[in-house]
């Protein structure tokens, strides 16, 4: 057995205060967190310019030895400024300037050797590098045809990291003492053409030629690929190794009723994916589903269809909505869609009907009561709710199917806190109106199966969706509320979002303290918009504020609603229902109606300060409008000007309506940190190479491997070495604490 391996400590190879000073910079405790914290860059000693080769206004990367380095006070602005004079091997000299001089003065003095990067500038007729980055070397850096740059802290600089990493290198992967058998099988190396495991952590960090490092990547993204998909592929066999209740359909149930009654034909998607609900239903271990669909695609008549199979089959459903006024909102819908069927014992409903009760948190003493008893009593075949439905209060007489509205809002521990309710477990139907690239399909949700809904129902009406460049244009912000009107004129209602409430208990006060927040009479090209120097933007609109303006300005005279996530739930309920019944000709609203809200009369919506929300929500936003016959309208507002990275984003929202397509843009934008964290419950992130947008190819064909692999040995006990590359990737932790829950 090999003194070390990849989880022993650091502190015998690198000693206590190199030891304590990784743990505490980078989290880095073991022998494997060290080698697998990467270079971020790698420098070519080769490319390397030559101060004599400076060009003003280039990027530049250079080697020389610090001649001199003077600290004096800077005379415009407070602060101290450290000037230095550097000098390469050819005798050229060069001028750098570092702002906050004191707290680089110890790193940077004569006689130190560094690499330094940065644009090339001109002053006093003399060349200069302004603030550049730069890295002190040592001999063995010298000796070296790749310098490693590292992700490095304030506290912690990259050559301290590299020559940690080099110790570790040479004392145990060089002298074999440390135990570096390999966690991937030989056949798939062989198969994919990968390097060994020892061989790759040397190439990745000490590498001697450009086509060292890319093997050596390609090989570790394997790892961290497999690692992901190997647990993905132990949650779903620990998942279906449950029993659940079969419901196959039954011939003149409640669904057979339903579907006598349907007012449309289903489309050819809704139909396939039906038949994939149907027949994981019928089986006697839990199906595991998630629809994704565009927004309007027409997925609750699916979940619907799917809950009524259940109902058929004596058992009971819940529906988990993320909010209270979608969940009041499913409530009111289901009713509608069964009508006679959703009224069982009352007078007027069928004889197979059942009953759709709402079991939210804030529901008074008596109606929760009632709520609770026709969950446990079974009276309720459809309980539809919020996280209230998680609580151990809440029993069910037979629960046997879960849908989970917007997976997006509800975290893995949520959505096992119903999966483990009884001794059977039962089906899980995840549905979400944001659609998911393939890789982000294959990790963050690879313990669902997928069903895709592409196709919208017929009579959906298509949406124009517009760009108001205020910025540009301010004219054009009357324009906005004149196009209101007309669609008001017209028999239609409007939305209006903003990204914040406001002040609930001054709004008036604060909206006449702020200036800057002039809904009305923005005439100001550049109001709202970064300055040249910097300067923060104004806070954002909202409800509160902008609400009163309009009631008194440019909307005078509509009727005039506000729905966000501060009102009581009474409120938020009587706001809503008095715009779905046409009460209200405009409601001016946060996100709380980004998902779900289905008003067919509404054809408009204005997004003020789109720029703040993300592509998806405005994606989702978007979708409340043009649900009808009418066709739809969505304007949205920023003051950002043109050629930035809000504007683009913009842009690319107004120049498609395909959510499938904006889904992956949305990936580029984002950082892949945040997605990939979902497959982790909040720990240390062991993800560091793997990229969805880079990466696709290897992530299918890993996650083939790891169901092949848990398949045959599913707790990977013939496997020890890829039990260790879990636990390295997502973690003990998170895997210990799924498989105790199924």
């Not at 809704?270 to 038949?275: L, R």
């Not at 979400?432 to 982000?440: D, F, L, M, S």
Request: net charge negative.
């Amino acid at each position: 057995m090999s003194e070390f391996d990849m989880f022993s400590p650091l502190l015998p190879i690198v000693g206590k205060k190199t030891a304590d000073l990784l743990a505490a910079q980078l989290e880095a405790h073991t022998v494997g967190d060290l080698l697998r914290h990467y270079p971020r860059r790698y420098v070519d000693r080769g490319k390397l310019t030559d101060i004599s080769g400076l060009v003003v206004g280039e990027q530049a990367t250079l080697i020389a030895v610090v001649q001199k380095a003077t600290l004096r006070e800077m005379r415009a602005r407070r602060g101290k400024l450290l000037a230095v004079e550097l000098r390469d091997e050819k005798g050229s000299v060069l001028k750098c300037t570092f702002f906050n001089g004191h707290k680089v003065g110890h790193l940077i003095y004569p006689g130190v050797r560094a690499m330094f990067s940065g644009k090339v500038s001109m002053f006093n007729r003399e060349l200069q590098l302004t603030h550049p980055q730069f890295e002190p070397l040592d001999e063995a850096d010298e000796m070296r045809p790749f310098l490693s740059v590292y992700p490095a802290t304030g506290k912690i600089t990259s050559q301290q990291i590299a020559f940690s990493v080099r110790q570790v290198l040479e004392v145990l992967v060089e002298g074999g003492r440390v135990d570096l058998s390999d966690p991937l099988p030989e056949a798939m190396r062989k198969r994919e053409g990968l390097a060994e495991l020892g061989s790759a952590l040397r190439r990745i960090h000490v590498p001697e030629t450009e086509a060292d490092y890319h093997a050596a990547r390609n090989r570790l993204v394997w790892d961290e690929a497999l690692g992901v998909q190997l647990a993905l592929a132990q949650r779903r066999h620990a998942t279906a190794a449950r029993p659940a209740a079969a419901c196959p359909p039954r011939t003149g149930g409640l669904l057979a009723a339903f579907d006598a009654r349907l007012p449309f034909t289903l489309t050819a998607g809704q139909v396939e994916v039906g038949a994939e609900i149907a027949a994981d239903l019928s089986r006697e271990h839990p199906m595991n589903r998630l629809v994704q669909g565009d927004v309007g695609a027409g997925k609750t008549i699916i979940a619907l269809r799917a809950m009524l199979q259940v109902i058929d089959g004596g058992r009971q459903a819940a529906l988990l909505a993320p909010t209270e006024v979608l969940a009041a909102q499913h409530a009111r819908s289901l009713r509608a869609m069964l009508g006679p069927l959703a009224r069982a014992g009352e007078l007027g409903g069928a004889e197979e009907a059942t009953s759709v009760t709402l079991l939210t948190g804030s529901l008074g003493t008596k109606a929760k009561r009632q709520a609770l008893l026709d969950a446990q009593s079974g009276h309720a075949g459809i309980v539809v709710g919020t996280h209230a439905l998680i609580q151990d209060t809440v029993g069910f007489a037979d629960l046997g199917l879960v849908v989970v509205d917007e997976q997006h809002r509800f975290g893995v521990e949520q959505r096992d806190a119903l999966r483990s309710r009884g001794e059977l477990a039962p089906h899980m139907l995840v549905m979400t109106a944001t659609p998911i690239p393939r890789t982000v399909a294959m990790t963050v949700y690879g313990d669902l199966q997928i069903s895709s809904l592409r196709e919208l129902p017929r009579g959906r009406s298509p949406i124009a969706t517009t760009v108001v460049p205020l910025a540009e244009k301010p004219a054009w912000f009357a324009s906005i509320w004149r196009r209101v009107r007309e669609e008001v004129a017209a028999g239609h209602q409007a939305y209006v979002v903003c990204p914040r409430v406001g002040d609930v208990d001054g709004a008036a006060k604060g909206a006449e303290q702020d200036p800057d927040i002039d809904l009305i009479d923005t005439d100001d090209p550049d109001e709202g918009a970064d300055s040249d120097d910097g300067t923060a933007r104004r806070p954002p609109m909202a409800v509160l504020e902008v609400a009163p303006k309009l009631i008194e300005g440019p909307l005078e005279g509509l009727r005039i609603g506000i729905l966000h996530g501060k009102m009581s739930p009474e409120e938020k309920d009587a706001s809503m229902r008095g715009f779905e019944l046409d009460e209200l000709d405009v409601l001016v609203a946060t996100t709380v109606i980004e998902v779900g809200v289905d008003v067919p009369n509404s054809t408009c919506i204005v997004i003020l300060d789109a720029d703040r929300f993300g592509l998806s929500q405005l994606h989702q936003l978007r979708g409340r409008v043009g649900r009808g016959s009418a066709p739809g309208v969505c304007l949205l507002v920023t003051d950002m000007p043109a050629a930035t990275a809000s504007r683009e984003r913009l842009d690319a929202v107004a120049g498609t309506t395909d959510g499938f397509e904006l889904a992956r843009l949305d990936l580029e934008l984002r950082r892949e940190g945040d997605v990939l964290g979902a497959v982790q419950s909040g720990r240390r992130s062991g993800l560091r190479l793997l990229s969805l947008l880079r990466h696709e190819e290897i992530i299918a064909k890993s996650q083939v491997y790891a169901g092949d692999i848990v398949e045959q040995d599913p707790a990977l006990e013939a496997h020890p070495g890829l039990a260790a590359l879990v636990a390295e990737t997502v973690g003990d932790e998170e895997r210990a604490a799924y498989l105790d829950k199924v």
